[in-house]
């Protein structure tokens, strides 16, 4: 285990205050499925006992690649269904490795006419960034590990663990 069920909740109220301090009025949060749909619903909960309401919507990205290592390729699985034109967007996603899928995310966002795009990720690998991106708020920087549980699986699973947790391989 790496973070229990307390300290994720600790940090995600804290991380809504922040944005709650930083970004005021219309808000559109553009969730990212489906890793982050756990964290997504605390986080919008925790905003809005931090005085912020945000419109939430999704988003479904899948990079593809073999087991647990994500790939060059971003690819467009399911749409929003709100226009974003004009206004302020917070990405939410569970954790940002190469940084390709956020950056993806983002020009996306800014090409269909989003006034402003903020990042929030719970999860930031630093180690492994290979485009240049830096997430606005972030809830934990961790090793290049592979972690599961709070939304993240592992081919389909562990997403409903209420801890995030690294995956240890078991021997023979
Ligand atoms: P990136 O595009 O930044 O390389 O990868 C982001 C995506 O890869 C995440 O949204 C997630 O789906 C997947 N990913 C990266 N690292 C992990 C990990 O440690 N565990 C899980 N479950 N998914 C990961
Ligand atoms: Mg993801």
Redesign the pocket.
């Known amino acids: 285990m790496l973070f229990d069920a307390a300290e994720i909740a600790r940090r995600v109220d804290a991380l809504a205050g922040e944005i709650a301090r930083d970004i005021r009025g219309d808000l559109l949060a553009v969730v990212?499925l489906k890793?982050s749909f756990v964290f997504a619903a605390d986080l919008i909960r925790a905003l809005e006992r931090a005085g912020l309401s945000p419109q939430v919507d999704f988003i479904t990205l899948a990079?593809y690649g073999a087991g647990?290592e994500?790939a060059g390729r971003?690819s467009l699985v399911r749409d929003l269904s709100e226009d974003v034109r004009g206004r302020t967007v917070l990405i939410v996603?569970?954790?940002?490795?190469?940084?390709?899928?956020?950056k993806f995310a983002r020009e996306e966002l800014l090409g269909r006419g989003a006034a402003a795009v903020r990042t929030c990720l719970l999860l930031d690998?630093r180690a492994?960034r290979n485009v240049a991106i830096e997430p606005d708020y972030v809830g934990f920087a961790i090793e290049d590990?592979?972690?599961?549980g709070y939304g993240?699986?592992?081919a389909h699973r562990y997403r409903g663990l209420p801890y995030i947790g690294v995956v240890v391989p078991t021997t023979p």
């Open positions: 990212i890793g990079s647990s994500s971003v996603d569970d954790i940002v490795d190469t940084g390709r899928t956020l690998k492994k590990r592979f972690v599961v993240l699986d592992l």
